[in-house]
């Protein structure tokens, strides 16, 4: 198994990374590569494109810290089941409007269904055994009310979409997880809880790993996971 594990900053996979430098390699699987791709859509989806082509991997996961819209999903864990972007295209006098509510693209061309990047590996999804949630990526971070356009909560984060998109676009498997810290909105820091989303993200990427390498003992190729 090679598996690529992703954040945007070492910061968030520290307790991982040393568990990983601690231990001897799975007998069955390579020792999991990590990637820092820096924070921000451009600088994910180029270092995840870049990788993909130097080495390709079997499976994808990014983990990283995010914000929830809805306060009493701080600190908890989710598995990202879709992406959509936040901020690309115009505010009018209406409000805002993104780019197929413009015209400017089609909501359901390939990647895209319903202007959704939806995770379509299923039983991934359910190996994570976590709750689901829709992402939300974001070039900007908004007081007050911000992004909450919609009734369900959406988890916030700077990259989740570059990963959606370039993974299903080169068809390689992949997962989302994001450890919430925050209410989205005001970025009042006292009330964050980052230090636990830290700890709760790294026993849950551990955990995964641990559920992958027997998953690949059992099958290698992950062939029922893709």
Known sequence: MRLLLI???PFELGETAAWLGSRPTHPNSRAPELLYT????MQAAYAITRSIF???PDIIIQAGIGGSTHAADIGKVFAIRSERLADLGACEESGFADIFELGLGDRNLF???DGLLPNPYAPLLELAGLPLADGLTVNEIKSGTGHKRNAQPFVESMEGAALHYVCLLERIPF???RSISNETGVRDKARWKMKEALTDLNA???SLIKKLEQVNENNPGFQSLS
């Open 54 to 56: 130097q080495t390709r």
């Open 38 to 41: 820096g924070v921000g859509q």
């Open 7 to 9: 954040s945007a900053t």
């Open 175 to 177: 997962l989302q997880i």
């Open 111 to 113: 990647p895209y269904q």
């Open 204 to 206: 849950t990427l551990i």
